[in-house]
């Protein structure tokens, strides 16, 4: 399978084009990848919009019985509200310092 992501000009659109079939447009998409050291982190569209895709990907996981993947976003959603938790503590720290 071969997958291209086509990115106008000026940035502002992109389309997907799957085996040489034509371009079709995009809204959203998130792209992570990471070659040996170098990563990449592309993310299109609106934040709500590509929390759904997110949202959807784990749905589906358990929809297919993925538990590898499942499991991975748990655990990352676990890091995240744990990491947001001590940004928020850290924060009504430095409001009661400062008052």
């Known amino acids: 399978m071969k997958i ?3 990115v106008s ?3 502002k ?3 997907i084009s799957v085996d040489g079939g034509p371009p079709a447009p995009m809204d959203n998409f998130l ?3 990471k070659e040996k050291e170098n990563t990449r982190n592309v993310v299109f569209g609106s934040a709500e919009n590509v929390g759904r895709l ?3 990907f784990y749905v589906n996981c ?3 019985d993925e538990r590898g993947m499942r499991d991975v ?3 990352v ?3 995240i509200l744990d990491v947001r938790e001590k940004r928020e503590q850290t924060s009504q720290e430095t409001i009661r310092r400062v008052m």
């Open 73 to 75: 976003l748990e655990l």
């Open 4 to 6: 291209e992501i086509l």
């Open 62 to 64: 358990w929809r297919f």
């Open 9 to 11: 000009d000026d940035k």
């Open 31 to 33: 792209l992570l990848t």
């Open 13 to 15: 659109t992109f389309s």
């Open 54 to 56: 997110l949202y959807g």
């Open 77 to 79: 959603a676990d890091d």
